[in-house]
């Protein structure tokens, strides 16, 4: 995990992971009883993660202090990995589970960005975690970098066993659930004959760029790639972006649109969401469980909300007609009250461009997901259905 770079220092400056007063951040008490409540719904993002850990974890932090709840997540999460480590050799199975128990917990301690150093400690070791596990998964979960720029890419890889030149979709993850998240989300696919690749978005993990117009050429060298892999179906690649990853699913369907067979958009911004008004109430949300503006300045490699005001503009879809551009079959996904990105933009896309089919939760939040309506759900019997049907057309 990228955790010091060329703006990260803005993050180290301070170690308390709460945002300034005008953000009205949760305070310690309110944010251990979000958290917890989130735990034991399996809500985003503390999902899948056993109960008892949580408590755990969260009793061993007093303040608001990013160091604190790196260390506690990392102290859960080290013992999982432990018990692993002992099984490795005789229950693989068991090994598998406690590596997977052991990568979420510590993923969690660095979340949404490594702000202190036992942040980044927490996140690097959740990679440890991940990688064992993904030596351990059915099928294997390889890891792959390519060159890029002087830099290096690096995703991951699945292949659905017992299928030659499978398509491929191309997974961006989000802004704050990188693409190890992604690759385990988006297990489903490869169930069903699909190959996935899954990478960070600029601005996050690993990514070598920032949140900047044009860094979706990045992904233009990821389908360079599988195009020249005679095991993978480069004539069926689709892309697929969850919530601020959608944006840049949609500029590589603009960018990439002769070489996509479609392109799955799920609450991402638009035009609306990068203006200031929508930002200055965008900085507020409690939809996020915290340090919302502390990720999103990291992702645009800025030090003050008010450069992140200033940047903002430039990123927006209408800009120099671009939205007006054709693209690949579309897929759009949203939630009517979502807070973290307004509807009015997912509705824009849907008057712009080529035609596009959409999926609307009436209650839905952010990415469509409501109490009764979770992510899983929306994979499976909205996004695969849709995909499956992309890929048979263009056989």
Known sequence: MKTIGAFAAVFLATNAFAQDGALQPRSWPELKAETLARAERGAYPVFHLDIKDVREALDKIQSLDADEWGAAW?????????????????????????????????????????????????????????????????PQIESIVIPFEGKQIKFTLQRPPGVSRPPVVIGIAGSDLWRDYAAIAMKPFVMRGIAVITADMPGTGDS??????????????????????????????????????????????????????????????????????????????REFLFDYARSRLHMLGVSSVEEAYDVMPSLSLMKDGLIDKPTPPMLLIGGFRDSQVPFADLELLLQHGSPKHAWINPTGMTMGRSVTVKDEWILEHVILPWVRQQFATAE
Do not use: C, N
């Open 74 to 138: 990392m102290s859960v999460g080290e013992a999982h990995l432990r018990a692993a480590d002992a099984r490795l050799a005789s229950d693989q199975a068991g090994a598998r589970a406690e590596y997977m128990a052991a990568w979420r917990l510590l993923a969690l301690g660095g979340w949404p960005v490594a702000t202190s150093p036992k942040k980044a400690e927490s996140r690097a070791k959740a990679w440890t975690a991940f990688e064992a596990y993904s030596r351990l998964a059915q």
């Open 208 to 285: 070598p760029v920032i949140g900047r117009p044009g860094s979706e050429r990045l992904y233009s060298r990821i389908i360079d790639y599988v195009k020249a892999q005679s095991d993978l179906d480069g004539d069926r690649i689709i892309v697929r972006g969850e919530s601020w990853g959608s944006y840049w699913a949609a500029r590589v369907g603009y960018a990439e649109s002769a070489r996509l067979k479609g392109v799955v958009f799920q609450s991402g911004p638009v035009d609306g969401y990068f203006q200031k008004k929508w930002q200055e109430t965008a900085f507020k949300t």
